[in-house]
Each structure stands twice: as structure tokens, then as C-alpha cells.
């Protein structure tokens, strides 16, 4: 999985072709810490990037894209923001509205 920062987002995230999956997090979040093994495995089955932003470490990135609650888990496809989902989720529902997203 890759880490993104204020200063390297629009690198990782924004410049990336195909699909890139947005974790944001902080380390005192238990929902954060439940959703993590089932991004790693999204991250091996399907060809989607997962990257992870720490939201206390990287505040700028959460403002801009109004990140009010966590985990917050933001779509991007070609640099561009196509879902967003709030609050962790069984692997089956995310991956039920990432296909959906992306159809």
C-alpha cells in the first residue's frame, strides 16, 4: 500500500492513470484500523491503487477535498474525484459500490 502526503498527493493520486483508492485515516481511529486488511486485499485482487493519507499528519489534503469524518474512502479515476464513502464497510459492500462507481 502507498502512503500519500500534502506534498505528494497530487503525484501519487492526482497524475495516476486507472483507478486510485483514497484511504484517509489517523492512527486513533478503530474503524480506520478494521477497514485496513480489506483495502490490502482490494489492493492484490483488483487493479485499483489504494493509498492510504493520514489525516493528522496531512491536514491540507483533508481540507481540500472536506474530509469531515473517518475513514473516509475517495475514488479517484484518472485524477479525478468520482466517490466518495464515509465509515468502514464488509468487503463484499465495498466492493459492490466500487464496481457501481466505476460501470
Known sequence: MITATDTTFADTVLAADG???VDFWAQWCPPCH????VLDEIAKERPITVVKVNTDENPGVARDYQVL???????FQDGRPVMTLVGARPKVRLLEELDKAVA
Do not use: K, R, Y
Not at 478494521?34 to 486488511?37: E, H, R, S, V, Y
Open 19 to 21: 483507478l486510485v483508492l
Open 34 to 37: 478494521m477497514i485496513a486488511p
Open 69 to 75: 469524518s473517518l475513514p473516509t474512502l475517495m475514488l
